[in-house]
């Protein structure tokens, strides 16, 4: 098994009209931004002096925005601060830059491609009588209905009028 130790988190910079960089995030604190003091600086008017700073904690990376005027987006959302994980895509401005966790990769099996867009069901081991459930209901707000509140203690509820019940 490989040593989990020598393992660092990296960046894979794509600037707009430069070549790919990779960056090791050697240190517990890595900053974004258009002026020379950052540990990347991008010359771009639509980046902030002082964009964006990753942050590891413990052995987990996060991105915050430093109140630039263009945002920094995590796959394509944009975000005040966020959790990276492995191969997340950080844009800011026109440029990219994709997170490498190779450690979390090296521990999370890669879903197969065709099975995201599949409903999966999944079935567990019997239910544990030792530890309290959080019980939700459902409350009737408008409507004829015969009670006001359903409980919702199965795993599947149907909602809505069934073919064979007889009204």
């Known amino acids: 098994m490989p040593d989990m130790t020598t393992r660092r988190a990296t960046l894979l910079v794509k600037l707009r009209n430069r070549s790919s960089q990779e960056l090791d995030l050697a ?4 900053t974004v931004g258009r002026k020379s003091d950052n540990d990347l600086a991008i010359e771009d008017p639509a980046v902030s002096a ?6 590891k904690i413990h052995a987990v990376y996060f991105i915050e925005d430093l ?12 975000i005040d601060r ?6 997340d895509v950080v844009t800011i401005g026109q440029h990219r830059i994709i997170f490498r966790d ?4 090296a521990l999370a099996p890669a879903a197969a491609p065709d099975d995201l867009d599949k409903t999966m069901i999944l079935s567990g081991q019997a239910a544990r009588t030792d530890i309290a459930t959080p019980s939700a209901s459902l409350r009737v707000l408008s409507g004829k209905t015969d009670q006001r509140e359903y409980l919702l203690i199965k795993q ?5 009028s069934h073919a064979q019940r007889k009204v």
């Open 27 to 30: 240190s517990d604190s890595f």
């Open 50 to 55: 002082h964009h964006a700073r990753i942050t």
């Open 67 to 78: 109140k630039s005027t263009n945002g920094t987006f995590v796959n394509e959302k944009r």
């Open 82 to 87: 966020h959790q990276l994980r492995d191969t």
């Open 102 to 105: 190779e450690s979390a990769a």
């Open 156 to 160: 599947v509820t149907a909602i809505g």
